[in-house]
């Protein structure tokens, strides 16, 4: 069993930055690929940002340039810097692992899930 734990979110203006980290534990392999997703209210949730065993970074349109995936596998966690924040970029965001080496941008390939953290841009 692996558990993911977010940290990181919170309140912030339009135009700045946050940190989102995820820590995850249990049966899982350090190199296994990450990423994180979000969702609005009354939206779907969407694909934000994924990193595979070789550090190899993917994002959404939405967010390319504004973000840095980044990983830390000795301490089996992953990190998500958002910079430049909109009011659209407000959303519940969550930490997602696979059991692959393979990074995806598809939530339904990825095997577990984080609780989510908040993330609300004011303008």
């Known amino acids: 069993q692996v558990q993911l734990v977010e940290s990181g979110g919170g309140l912030v203006q339009t135009g700045g930055s946050l940190r989102l980290s995820c820590a995850a534990s249990?049966?899982?392999?350090?190199?296994?690929?990450m990423g994180w997703f979000r969702q609005a209210p009354g939206e779907e949730r969407e694909f934000v940002a994924a990193?595979?065993?070789?550090?190899?970074?993917y994002y959404a349109d939405s967010v390319k340039g504004r973000s840095t995936i980044s990983r830390d596998d000795a301490k089996n966690s992953v990190y998500l810097q958002m910079n430049s924040l909109k009011p659209e970029d407000t959303a519940v965001y969550y930490c997602?692992?696979?059991?692959?080496?393979?990074?995806?941008?598809?939530?339904?390939?990825?095997?577990?899930w984080g609780q989510g953290t908040q993330v609300t841009v004011s303008s």
């Open positions: 249990g049966r899982t392999s350090s190199s296994n690929a």
């Open positions: 997602a692992g696979r059991r692959s080496l393979v990074a995806a941008t598809t939530a339904r390939l990825y095997d577990y």
């Open positions: 990193i595979d065993w070789a550090t190899n970074p």
